[in-house]
């Protein structure tokens, strides 16, 4: 079964500092997907990134910057320079195409204080 | 306009209510899902449908059902309401790309509370 562990339940950071968000998951499957979504304190889901198992290579996107590592099945997630509105939960999650699901992790919720 | 909405965002009802949460998409996508998240669990599926004929459970299906009246319509029922079906609830939609990667986009999330 597949499964994704979001052990930081809770992070503090003043603002500025950076941040990593963890993100482990269990799989058999040789082709996956992993996903980071942003909920804000509005509440919306909002996307962040897709990546493919076969993919291993490091993305940033601005302040936002992700790394994947199969050998310790870690989808890490970081921000640079944090800001105040960053502040939101972080999920990350995992889609195995032969399950045509998706599972999320518990969510890190992160506050950047001022 | 938001390309997955729902309605209604906030509700109030008592225990043994029938409650209707619905859900529309403009995204013209087939796969559409219901989650339900609740603090510290994160988001669990209740249903999916990944066409308008097909209807699937998901991990926490007992006391919901669904309707898929069309492509762009997916609605969840709560036969008799309780308080720990108290959540936030979500809709959202996806169309699988070659490998079905799933990307899932969500509705706004519907606020229910049971007393």
């Known amino acids: 079964a597949q499964k994704v562990t979001q052990a930081q339940t809770e992070i503090s950071v003043v603002e500025k500092e950076d941040v990593t968000l963890d993100c482990v998951y269990e799989?058999?499957?040789?082709?996956?997907?992993l996903f980071w979504y942003k909920q804000p304190p509005s509440g919306e889901l909002v996307f962040l990134i897709r990546?493919?198992?076969?993919?291993?290579q490091n993305e940033i996107s601005g302040r936002y910057s992700w790394n994947f590592q199969k050998s310790t099945s870690s989808f890490n997630f970081t921000i640079t320079a944090s800001q105040v509105v960053d502040s939101a939960v972080y999920f990350c999650?995992?889609?195995?195409?032969?399950?045509?699901?998706?599972?999320f992790g518990t969510g890190t919720k992160l506050q950047v204080i001022p | 306009d938001a390309d997955v909405t729902q309605t209604p965002r906030n509700r109030i009802t008592k225990t043994g209510k029938r409650i209707m949460l619905e859900c529309s998409q403009t995204?013209?996508?087939?796969?559409m899902y219901w989650y339900r998240q609740d603090p510290g669990l994160g988001l669990r599926l209740i249903y999916y449908?990944?066409?308008?004929?097909?209807?699937n459970k998901g991990e926490i299906s007992d006391g919901y059902s669904v309707s898929r009246q069309a492509q762009a319509k997916f609605s969840l029922s709560l036969e008799s309401a309780i308080p720990n079906q108290t959540a936030l609830y979500f809709c959202?939609?996806?169309?699988?790309?070659?490998?079905?990667?799933?990307?899932?986009?969500f509705g706004p999330g519907t606020r229910l509370t049971v007393l």
């Open positions: 449908s990944f066409d308008v004929k097909d209807i």
């Open positions: 995204k013209g996508h087939d796969r």
């Open positions: 799989t058999r499957d040789t082709t996956y997907y």
């Open positions: 999650a995992l889609s195995e195409p032969g399950i045509q699901k998706v599972t």
């Open positions: 990546r493919n198992s076969f993919d291993e």
């Open positions: 959202a939609t996806s169309e699988p790309l070659a490998g079905n990667t799933d990307t899932q986009y």
